[in-house]
Every structure is written in structure tokens, then in C-alpha cells.
Nanobody
Framework: QVQLVESGGGWVQAGGSLRVSCVAS????????MGWFRQAPGKERAFVAA?????????PVANSVKGRFTISRDNAKNTVYLQMNNLTPEDTAVYYC?????????????????WGEGTQVTVSS
């Protein structure tokens, strides 16, 4: 059974930084593309960033966070990270970790097979 468990969310003032983590179990992690999505109140779930598995390449990032957010992974720890810098109130959302059975890092939520329960990030002005 695949499990994705996020951690590291919380409250931060605008301009601050947070790093959220996602530990995966039950899947061939090094082969899996991993992604981060977010959902703000009243809005649809949106792509944030993704990172390829070993059979592909690329780390696509949404334009809204480009230059501020960085995705990375540690295959030895089955963990994917999202480093978020220069946060703004518009970044307030529940952040979800997602994984897929292929290495190509899709931007589409429908192409991910596994999801975590999410971690809340709140940025105050």
C-alpha cells in the first residue's frame, strides 16, 4: 500500500520561508515522478512543481512560484521536498504531495496515482 505523508507546513509572515517534506512508502520511489500541488479555499487544486524519476528528467515549476520555490528529492530517504522562499499571502493553501508510477513529471493532477493528505501553509501579511 502506497503512503505519502507530508510535514513541515505552518504559519509564516510574508517574506518568510518554509520547507515542506513528503515521505513515501510502498512504491518504487526512485522511479516515480513526484509533484507538489496546492489548493486554496474556494479554488481548484493547482500545480506547483514536479521532479522526475530516474528514467526521465526535468523539474517543471509553475510560473507563479518560479524563482521562489524549489523542488528536490532524496531517493535514499524516499523523500521529496519543496523549499518555499519569499512567501506571500497568495501562497496560503493546503499543499499536497503526489506520486505517479512513471518517471515523467506531469503537470496534470489527473496523471498522479498517489496523494498525501496535505499540509496547511498559511502566510500572513
Amino acid at each position: 500500500q502506497v503512503q505519502l505523508v507530508e510535514s513541515g507546513g505552518g504559519w509564516v509572515q510574508a517574506g518568510g520561508s518554509l520547507r515542506v517534506s513528503c515521505v513515501a512508502s510502498g512504491l518504487a520511489f526512485n522511479r516515480a515522478a513526484m509533484g507538489w500541488f496546492r489548493q486554496a479555499p474556494g479554488k481548484e487544486r493547482a500545480f506547483v512543481a514536479a521532479i522526475s524519476g530516474i528514467f526521465s528528467s526535468g523539474t517543471p515549476v509553475a510560473n507563479s512560484v518560479k524563482g521562489r520555490f524549489t523542488i528536490s528529492r532524496d531517493n535514499a530517504k524516499n523523500t521529496v521536498y519543496l523549499q518555499m522562499n519569499n512567501l506571500t499571502p497568495e501562497d496560503t493553501a493546503v499543499y499536497y504531495c503526489a506520486g505517479r508510477g512513471e518517471s515523467w513529471p506531469s503537470l496534470k493532477s489527473t496523471e498522479y496515482d498517489y496523494w498525501g493528505e496535505g499540509t496547511q501553509v498559511t502566510v500572513s501579511s
